[in-house]
């Protein structure tokens, strides 16, 4: 049986840690051993810890930030941990689990290395030196990776552009499952929840889903709240994350004097009620893998406000509901959450979901047939190539 061994930098909440937790806890088990190896600290840990059938390793020294040290210990405890449990296949998320899972996994003789670009970590907000330096340093790494997953058609042609990869690349979704989000709360339980969050009869709610850190620019929401409230009095902001931009936010709310109008939810594991709840959803992201909290939003029947960054227009399901600017267009932001709002008063529209369900490509267990699928392949591809090799006309 082959060992399949995922290694992602942190388990906390987010697109590419759950896709990762599906994938090993979803592998047929029949063919594939499955085994998975994450940094401390996150929230998602004891839950990985629980997934049955599946081995969990925890590195306490593979963190996000670039520590000579640490990331020194981190690569010996990775390359220890490949060898102990014999990997066939190592598929990496992450930058930085990407970089040193990538390099353990050569060094621990695994024949076959693999990584998912979830957007990549070469980013806008990087000097121009800086990011220079990371596609070398992705280049390099390129020689030792067998194959490519990107989660967006934008990044499989960056890869390309930046001469990472040639034809050895898939674009595989980060699907979802979207039954949660069509089911509907009864009109008590929907309206209890918006009391939860503060809101009053005949006020919108415009609701963000995302880790508070700089990608995701909520201080951005908080800048188009304050232009959408002067025009919409009765439009209300909630933010369902929480982050090291905690502290930031909440001073600046205080500052603008949007108490009463901008609520910070943290996190909350109940996120397809939550949606039921929304008149809208808005994503103010400065850089993007592929965001599924679009795809969730698009199947709860959701209208949406977003920028247009990624692999954010791949993921527009509903046209007649989505309003894409660019990053850091405020104006554009606040003037697309007025113009959905006014035109069909917002809320999930039962009608929008059931026209638009979601293409196949989106769905979690398509993703786990499309990797169980490349699998296959490059293991059938090795196997051929040890044939090949081991054939000589003596032998025939």
Same mark, same amino acid.
């Given at each position: 049986?082959?060992?399949?061994?995922?290694?992602?930098?942190?388990?906390?909440?987010?697109?590419?840690?759950?896709?990762?937790?599906?994938?090993?806890?979803?592998?047929?088990?029949?063919?594939?051993?499955?085994?998975?190896?994450?940094?401390?600290?996150?929230?998602?840990?004891?839950?990985?810890?629980?997934?049955?059938?599946?081995?969990?390793?925890?590195?306490?020294?593979?963190?996000?930030?670039?520590?000579?040290?640490?990331?020194?210990?981190?690569?010996?405890?990775?390359?220890?941990?490949? @060898? @102990?449990?014999?990997?066939?296949?190592?598929?990496?998320?992450?930058?930085?689990?990407?970089?040193?899972? @990538? /390099?353990?996994?050569?060094?621990?003789?695994?024949?076959?290395?693999?990584?998912?670009?979830?957007?990549?970590?070469?980013?806008?907000?990087?000097?121009?030196?800086?990011?220079?330096?990371?596609?070398?340093?992705?280049?390099?790494?390129? /020689?030792?990776?067998?194959?490519?997953?990107?989660?967006?058609?934008?990044?499989?042609?960056?890869?390309?552009?930046?001469?990472?990869?040639?034809?050895?690349?898939?674009?595989?979704?980060?699907?979802?499952?979207?039954?949660?989000?069509?089911?509907?709360?009864?009109?008590?339980?929907?309206?209890?929840?918006?009391?939860?969050?503060?809101?009053?009869?005949?006020?919108?709610?415009?609701?963000?889903?995302?880790?508070?850190?700089?990608?995701?620019?909520?201080?951005?929401?908080?800048?188009?709240?304050?232009?959408?409230?002067?025009?919409?009095?009765?439009?209300?902001?909630?933010?369902?994350?929480?982050?090291?931009?905690?502290?930031?936010?909440?001073?600046?709310?205080?500052?603008?004097?949007?108490?009463?109008?901008?609520?910070?939810?943290? /996190?909350?594991?109940?996120?397809?009620?939550?949606?039921?709840?929304?008149?809208?959803?808005?994503?103010?992201?400065?850089?993007?893998?592929?965001?599924?909290?679009?795809?969730?939003?698009?199947?709860?029947?959701?209208?949406?406000?977003?920028?247009?960054?990624?692999?954010?227009?791949?993921?527009?399901?509903?046209?007649? @509901?989505?309003?894409?600017?660019?990053?850091?267009?405020?104006?554009?932001?606040?003037?697309?959450?007025?113009?959905?709002?006014?035109?069909?008063?917002?809320?999930?529209?039962?009608?929008?979901?059931?026209?638009?369900?979601?293409?196949?490509?989106?769905?979690?267990?398509?993703?786990?047939?499309?990797?169980?699928?490349?699998?296959?392949?490059?293991?059938?591809?090795?196997?051929?190539?040890?044939?090949?090799?081991? /054939?000589?006309?003596?032998?025939?």
């Amino acid at each position: 049986m082959n060992t399949i061994c995922h290694i992602i930098t942190k388990l906390e909440l987010g697109g590419a840690q759950e896709i990762a937790l599906y994938a090993v806890s979803h592998l047929d088990r029949t063919r594939f051993r499955s085994v998975l190896v994450a940094g401390p600290g996150g929230m998602l840990t004891e839950e990985a810890r629980r997934l049955p059938g599946v081995q969990t390793f925890i590195v306490p020294s593979l963190g996000r930030r670039i520590h000579a040290i640490s990331d020194l210990l981190a690569f010996v405890h990775l390359v220890a941990v490949l @060898r @102990r449990v014999k990997a066939t296949i190592v598929h990496t998320h992450s930058s930085k689990a990407g970089i040193l899972g @990538r /390099w353990a996994a050569w060094c621990a003789g695994v024949p076959l290395i693999l990584h998912t670009v979830h957007g990549f970590g070469i980013t806008p907000a990087q000097p121009g030196f800086v990011q220079r330096l990371l596609i070398l340093v992705e280049r390099i790494t390129g /020689w030792i990776t067998t194959y490519w997953v990107t989660v967006a058609e934008i990044d499989a042609r960056k890869g390309r552009t930046w001469g990472l990869f040639t034809t050895n690349v898939s674009v595989i979704r980060p699907g979802i499952d979207p039954n949660p989000f069509r089911q509907p709360l009864s009109p008590a339980d929907r309206q209890r929840l918006r009391e939860e969050f503060g809101i009053g009869s005949g006020e919108f709610l415009i609701g963000t889903v995302a880790c508070l850190k700089p990608q995701k620019a909520p201080e951005d929401v908080i800048a188009v709240a304050e232009r959408v409230c002067v025009r919409l009095p009765g439009a209300r902001f909630v933010l369902i994350g929480d982050g090291a931009m905690r502290p930031r936010l909440e001073a600046l709310i205080h500052e603008k004097g949007l108490q009463d109008k901008v609520r910070l939810a943290g /996190w909350r594991r109940d996120v397809p009620r939550a949606m039921s709840c929304f008149d809208l959803l808005l994503l103010t992201s400065r850089w993007e893998g592929l965001p599924r909290v679009m795809l969730e939003a698009a199947s709860a029947g959701l209208p949406i406000v977003a920028t247009r960054v990624g692999g954010v227009e791949e993921a527009v399901v509903q046209r007649d @509901r989505v309003r894409l600017c660019e990053a850091g267009d405020l104006a554009g932001l606040a003037a697309g959450i007025e113009a959905l709002l006014s035109a069909g008063g917002g809320g999930a529209s039962p009608t929008a979901g059931d026209k638009h369900r979601l293409p196949v490509e989106f769905h979690i267990e398509e993703m786990v047939k499309q990797y169980q699928s490349l699998y296959d392949r490059l293991l059938s591809q090795r196997r051929n190539k040890l044939a090949s090799r081991s /054939w000589s006309p003596a032998s025939s």
